[in-house]
């Protein structure tokens, strides 16, 4: 199975700095041999970015999208808004969206919902916040997250589901989870995941770990059986990082 590394870029780059990039980045791709490799930009760059990727193995991903197909939904962006764009992917339920914006199960499972029947592949966050993981109860916030967002989902379809794992305690501080914790959360997802789906579908599934990876660290997660795959932040901005960012990754899982 192929690693998953998605650059998730929040709100950085305008279109002129994300083609750049772009266009920068796919010089090395040959490089990235073994890697299903994606970039999200912000909406605004989506289309410089599709120009730049063209005929690239480099697959574009969204940051988020509105459930509805279409409507009085100002400022908001639908699935086929973004298929029009040759987006791939879409992270449904970041962090950031759930505590900056205040999105919660019932629209994480409107967006899973909305992505598949539109035939996206939805990555799904999920993770505990530092008070969480202190009071014990991290194992019960992702059941509770992967139950809310999974609920009445065409199982069939979710065999197209990435679910990344992402402590928020971990994200952007600089403070990664350990290889242990990683694995715990990793295995607690696909242990949901198989109860939910069948080993059959689960086990097809990646899981990604997100939160603090770069290049010095990416050995420890992605060189577990658990992980395939991360949603890197801050070392995704720059080409050279991110690309020793996936060279490491290679590595790490040819060792
Ligand atoms: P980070 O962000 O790599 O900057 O910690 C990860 C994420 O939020 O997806």
């Not at 990727?53 to 480099?58: F, P, Q, R, Y």
């Not at 505590?99 to 999920?126: F, N, R, S, T």
Request: proline share 2%; charged share 25%; aromatic share 6%.
């Amino acid at each position: 199975m192929d690693l998953i590394i998605a650059a998730n870029w929040k709100m950085h780059k305008t279109a002129v700095e994300a083609a750049e990039f772009c266009r920068a980045i796919r010089s090395r791709e040959a490089d990235f041999e073994g890697v299903e490799v994606l970039v999200c930009p912000p909406f605004t760059a989506l289309s410089a970015a599709k120009a730049a990727l063209e005929g690239s193995t480099i697959k574009l991903g969204a940051q988020n999208m509105h459930w509805e197909a279409q409507g009085a939904q100002t400022g908001e962006i639908s699935a086929s808004m973004l298929l029009e764009f040759g987006v791939e992917y879409v992270v449904i339920g970041h962090s950031e969206r759930r505590h900056l914006m205040g999105e919660d199960d019932i629209q994480v499972q409107q967006k899973i919902e909305a992505a598949l029947e539109y035939d996206l592949k939805p990555i799904l966050c999920v993770g505990e916040t530092e008070t969480e993981r202190e009071q014990g109860n991290t194992e019960k916030v992702i059941k509770k997250q992967l139950s809310g967002a999974l609920q009445d989902q065409d199982s069939q379809k979710l065999g197209r589901l990435v679910v990344a794992y992402e402590p928020v305690w971990a994200i952007g501080t600089g403070k990664a989870a350990s290889a242990e914790d990683a694995d715990g959360a990793a295995k607690l997802i696909r242990n949901y995941l198989r109860d939910k789906l069948g080993s059959k579908t689960a086990d097809n599934l990646r899981i990604q770990y997100g939160g603090s990876v770069k290049a010095e660290n990416i050995d420890s997660f992605v060189g577990l059986p658990s992980v395939q795959g991360a949603l890197v932040g801050g070392a995704s901005l720059e080409v050279e990082a991110f690309s020793a960012l996936i060279q490491a990754a290679r590595k790490a899982v040819a060792n």
